[in-house]
């Protein structure tokens, strides 16, 4: 497994053509600048995130069709949904825009007052949603009627004291919007029938939404958003614990059963004096293939946030041993391309002849991932997490690290002068020039004269490593091959 992760990302192979009268330097030289244009300039920077945006929250209780509407006002199948209740548990935003208005929609776990363990949790964290919105969405299935725990969150709402708007939900015709129109008995004005299944009086419903938002949200609006980590690991690591100690208060739904959370929750974290955006993700499976479900879905949001993300916390469980799952997860964070830091999580659980036993195991499975920082925490008791902010910062400053064309290239032919690449069939690839075109992850052209073996290549990115750094991200080596020439 070590070995397989320890190979370089699949390589991006192409060719060049040499112009005549000119040496193989300055040849390869005008073909990086045709591609690249000016390999020395600087990066953009990421794009700021407006948090000022008005909040509406999907309220309801369990299986009304809560995610349901949610997929339909953005468009697309985000939110995990299944003919079961209880799917969605912990409050998940997501961008929405309807007739040039931009605003958050949040959606939540199924709300029950009466909820005991895991489902008074998930009620919890519905009312917290419904606290910080700008405009609820009481959601009720018109196919029932309203019940006493749809009265019940009426009395909630109202001492919430927030806007809120009643949508009669699953009115998959005109016969049941009479069953619609006795949702008035509830108090919260004229309710809007709609078929979040079918999409009927969405687009009504959207209209009342955006009509009723005020210009600005409760927000604050940022000039430059918050750097992106995604908190990564096998079921039951301890994610959802350590975001919640980040937090300082329940933010996800924590229960000993492993695959508690389903839908990636993100949250606004203050570190130090800078803040971040941390996402708690669902625990990546072994067999994610043979997945079904809630949890198949579970693993589509979680590559999505990783992808997302500028940087990915992979959490270990130090108490146990290292698994083949755990070096899997930090194999995918390396094809990814976002920087990487390593939590050995469960510390207060560790006794000294663990620790011996966890640096063996580290050093065997882990031996390809030495530039990553790694940190050694307990989300539980709040053991050393503070320092997981210089860890990030060290990991993003490697992943956005950049060398100038001219040192890159004095460089390489100092080493290639002391270690050229093996003959291989009687001819010796050389390099005639590199360039380093983009960063994050920090990525390398070199433009050869014929194909680098896999060897070659780790040994030029373990040198990059001893001479310039780039801890905690990885490093892409692509090859532009010299196009051979036609007969005259």
């Given at each position: 497994m070590a070995d397989e992760i320890d190979d370089l990302a699949e390589q991006d192979v192409a060719t060049y053509d040499v112009v005549d009268g000119l040496d193989d330097f300055a040849a390869a030289q005008l073909a990086a600048e045709a591609e690249f244009?000016?390999?020395?300039?600087?990066?953009?920077?990421?794009?700021?995130?407006?948090?000022?945006?008005p909040v509406v929250a999907i309220i309801g209780r369990p299986n009304v069709g809560k995610s349901t509407l949610v997929n339909r006002i953005i468009g697309r199948r985000e939110a995990v949904v299944e003919d079961i209740p209880g799917v969605t548990r912990d409050r998940v935003r997501y961008e929405a825009q309807w007739n040039g208005r931009d605003f958050w929609i949040v959606d939540t776990g199924g709300w029950d007052q009466r909820g005991k363990g895991l489902a008074a949790q998930v009620s919890q964290?519905?009312?917290?949603?419904?606290?910080?919105?700008?405009?609820?969405?009481?959601?009720?299935?018109?196919?029932?009627?309203?019940?006493?725990?749809?009265?019940?969150?009426?009395?909630?709402l109202r001492k919430s004291g927030v806007d809120t708007l009643l949508v009669a939900n699953k009115v998959d015709s005109a016969l049941l919007e009479i069953e619609a129109a006795a949702l008035w008995s509830m108090g919260l004005g004229e309710p809007v029938p709609v078929s979040a299944l079918h999409g009927r009086g969405t687009g009504d419903l959207l209209d009342v939404i955006v009509n009723r938002l005020p210009d600005e949200g409760k927000g604050v609006a940022k000039l430059d958003g918050p750097r992106?980590?995604?908190?990564?690991?096998?079921?039951?690591?301890?994610?959802s614990s350590l975001l919640n100690r980040l937090a300082?208060?329940?933010?996800?739904?924590?229960?000993?059963?492993?695959?508690?959370?389903?839908?990636?929750?993100?949250?606004?974290?203050?570190?130090?004096?800078?803040?971040?955006?941390f996402v708690d993700t669902a625990g990546i499976r072994r067999r994610v293939n043979t997945a079904s479900g809630p949890e198949w879905y579970a693993s589509l949001?979680?590559?999505?946030?990783?992808?997302?993300?500028?940087?990915?916390?992979?959490?270990?469980?130090?108490?146990?041993?290292?698994?083949?799952?755990?070096?899997r997860i930090v194999g995918m964070v390396i094809e990814s391309g976002r920087a990487l830091v390593l939590a050995m999580n469960k510390w207060d659980l560790v006794d000294d002849y663990r620790r011996?036993?966890?640096?063996?195991?580290?050093?065997?499975?882990l031996a390809h991932v030495q530039w990553a920082p790694r940190v050694n925490i307990s989300g539980k008791t709040g053991r050393h997490i503070d320092r997981l902010s210089p860890a990030l910062?060290?990991?993003?400053?490697?992943?956005?690290?950049r060398i100038s064309t001219g040192r890159l290239n004095q460089f390489l032919n100092e080493i290639v002068a002391a270690h050229p690449h093996p003959v291989r069939g009687g001819k010796q690839p050389r390099i005639m020039f590199a360039t380093q075109p983009v960063t994050a992850p920090p990525t390398f052209v070199l433009f050869t004269s014929g194909f680098l073996e896999t060897n070659y290549r780790r040994f030029i990115e373990r040198?990059?490593?001893?001479?310039?750094?780039?801890?905690g991200s990885p490093i892409r080596i692509e090859m532009r091959i010299r196009a051979k020439r036609g007969r005259r």
């Open positions: 244009g000016d390999m020395d300039a600087d990066q953009p920077s990421s794009e700021a995130l407006d948090l000022s945006r964290q519905a009312e917290r949603a419904a606290e910080e919105a700008d405009l609820v969405v009481l959601v009720v299935d018109t196919t029932v009627g309203a019940t006493d725990a749809d009265v019940e969150a009426v009395r909630m992106r980590v995604a908190l990564l690991g096998r079921p039951n690591v301890g994610k300082g208060g329940t933010r996800s739904v924590v229960d000993s059963v492993a695959g508690t959370t389903v839908d990636p929750v993100d949250e606004l974290i203050t570190l130090g004096d800078k803040e971040w955006r949001r979680t590559h999505t946030a990783m992808e997302r993300a500028e940087v990915c916390v992979v959490l270990i469980d130090a108490s146990e041993p290292l698994s083949d799952q755990d070096v011996e036993e966890l640096d063996r195991e580290y050093d065997r499975d910062e060290t990991a993003l400053e490697g992943w956005e690290q040198r990059l490593r001893e001479t310039f750094g780039f801890v």
